[in-house]
């Protein structure tokens, strides 16, 4: 464990020192970015050791690996985040522990979290994932809607009883005008964010970038950044 620990701290420290180089570059302060840990695939144990380097806000993308994760973790004070698709019949389990879904691309999921935030007496912050190689009316490979498809989820999040309109998240696509360009790709999602703003002003966290484009992320003004191969390490595959 001692030896995991010591891991983790190095590879939390150079994560820390490129965003810090990033923001540095960009003319940014270094508060002005908040790393979130995904912590996907790795044990409860990790958790408890990142908690203990100073990590507050973690992420996971699949509710049956983060449910009871979290549970494990419920004494710990952390923030926890939803990144991947959620399929509507998980909603119920992913109110009970998520302080943000970060996955918000069609009307039905806003429904749905909406009866499920309600009836755990909680507040759910959303982001609405853009995908940016989607076409109009359609959804991303990667999940996300159309960006002509972000100012009506918008207005129904922001009309949900138990959810909250934070902004905007996005994964790099890999298709479409924006692979292989993932500072154009963040650049673009910070244009549709100013544009949320306008209707929506206290919408302004922009979660992008991840252990490969960070830095990419940071110069186009990501408010938030989500890695985690780059602290947790590549995890040995099973079988």
């Known amino acids: 464990m001692t030896d995991r620990k010591t891991e983790l701290a190095e590879n939390l420290a150079r994560v ?26 790795y044990p409860a144990s990790d958790v408890r050791l990142l908690h203990g380097l100073g990590v507050r806000h973690v992420a996971e993308n699949r509710d049956q690996d983060a449910a009871p994760k979290a549970a494990a ?4 004070d952390l923030t926890w985040h939803f990144v991947g698709q959620l399929q509507t019949n998980k909603v119920r389990s992913v109110a009970s522990y998520a302080d943000m879904v970060q996955s918000i691309d069609r009307a039905k999921l806003i429904g749905s979290l909406s009866t499920a935030a309600v009836r755990a007496g909680r507040e759910l912050g959303c982001l609405i994932q853009v995908a940016l190689d989607a076409e109009s009316g359609e ?7 159309a960006p002509d498809g972000i100012a009506e989820l918008a207005a129904l999040v922001e009309q949900a009883p138990g959810l909250r309109l934070g902004g905007l998240m996005t994964v790099a696509p890999l298709a479409g005008e924006y692979a292989g360009r993932q500072r154009a790709a963040f650049e673009r ?18 979660s992008a970038g991840m252990s490969a484009d960070l830095e990419e992320a940071v110069a186009a003004g990501a408010t938030h950044v989500r890695v985690g191969t780059a602290v947790l390490g590549v995890r040995p595959r099973l079988g």
């Not at 820390?16 to 840990?37: F, H, N, P, Q, Y």
């Not at 999602?189 to 922009?206: I, Q, T, W, Y």
């Open 73 to 76: 973790c419920a004494d710990l």
């Open 189 to 206: 999602l910070l244009e549709f964010s100013s544009r949320l703003r306008g209707d929506h002003p206290a919408a302004n966290m922009v």
């Open 139 to 145: 959804r991303g490979d990667r999940g996300g809607v």
């Open 16 to 41: 820390e020192e490129r965003i810090a180089s990033a923001c540095a570059a960009a003319g940014r302060k270094r508060s002005d970015v908040t790393l979130i840990v995904v912590t996907k695939t």
